[in-house]
């Protein structure tokens, strides 16, 4: 049983959207909360650091009045993504201030630590953590983590290699506590295949970029929809770690995508001032070959939930009651 801040009864869909760096603010968030779906924001793009709390008020505050206008289909919840990595300066300060608000869930990449988990716990708060393979799952448990996200290939920023059927597969064998899946996910049939899968949630990033709210440029959002899957590209030369970006932007910088050299991992940096690798180089995952326009988020989750309800009348099953 999913705990309440997770409960799919506050959801029109079982849909997180995935929070990307600089492109998922405020606005994004709201839209998305408001449509039904849990939105998500990495607390570094918050800048600098004293707007995360002006962030996390109008959060609030917005939400609270929306709900208050529709009792009937209050809003979703919200999640920040803090980078536990050692390079982040601000992560203690970032976490000081999901303590203050009382964030419900609180999302944790590139390092599991327990006296984070903590803190989030003594509030009641639910803390996710994203892995990439099931070594990296057991020790986030272990940890105390309360849930997974399982970033398969193909998924946006910093993806595995595993398919999202063998890592799923993995984790549910041991562990039977909130999952979400993260890897090419951009129509309403892939929402219900990662809840078929064993998955409780699938995690949405790139096709949120290609929306009105979303925090990038014409350029970055035209280049989604004008991409499909053999336009991602897997490198680690931007920030050390692996992921997958466009090419186009990779080829308006000036390099060959084909030929790319690979980076020092331990020079990875994720400090907030080091943001360029992410303004000029664009994330995207495989899925995108599904995104051929740019609509409001409100009207990305609609198209989702038509395409989940008509797979599941293909499937002979019920619709959701939304």
Request: with cysteine; aromatic share 6%; proline share 6%.
């Amino acid at each position: 049983m999913l705990p309440d801040a997770l409960s799919t009864d506050r959801l029109a869909l079982p849909v997180i959207g995935a929070p990307m760096f600089i492109v998922s603010q405020p606005e994004l968030v709201l839209a998305q909360c408001k449509a039904g779906v849990i939105g998500a924001f990495p607390s570094l793009n918050a800048r600098p650091e004293h707007v995360l709390d002006e962030w996390l008020t109008r959060l609030r505050s917005e939400l609270a009045d929306y709900d208050a206008a529709h009792p009937g289909r209050p809003s979703a919840p919200f999640a920040v993504n803090l980078i536990v990595h050692k390079s982040n300066p601000r992560l203690m300060h970032d976490l000081e201030l999901c303590v203050k608000h009382r964030v419900e869930i609180v999302i944790t990449s590139l390092g599991a630590r327990p006296d984070l988990n903590e803190a989030i716990h003594a509030y009641g708060g639910i803390v996710l953590h994203d892995v990439i393979n099931v070594a990296f799952a057991h020790k986030a448990i272990e940890k105390g983590a309360d849930g997974l996200i399982a970033v398969a290939a193909g998924a946006g920023g910093h993806a595995g290699t595993w398919s999202p059927f063998a890592l799923v597969q993995e984790i549910r064998a041991w562990f039977d506590g909130p999952l979400a899946l993260s890897g090419a996910i951009a129509n309403g049939r892939s929402v219900l295949a990662a809840r078929a899968l064993g998955a409780d949630f699938a995690y949405v990033g790139s096709a949120f970029i290609a929306t009105l709210e979303a925090h990038a440029g014409e350029a970055y959002k035209q280049s989604i929809v004008a991409s499909g899957a053999r336009d991602v590209i897997y490198t680690n030369l931007f920030t050390g770690v692996h992921g997958n970006y466009l090419r186009s932007s990779i080829e308006s910088a000036g390099l060959d995508p084909d030929n790319l050299p690979q980076s020092d991992p331990s020079k990875m940096n994720f400090a907030a001032e080091k943001t360029k690798a992410w303004r000029d180089i664009w994330g995207s995952g495989q899925g995108i070959g599904a995104v051929d326009r740019v609509p409001s988020a409100g009207e990305l989750v609609a198209r989702l939930a038509r395409e989940y309800d008509a797979a599941l009348r293909e499937l002979g099953a019920v619709p959701l009651a939304r």
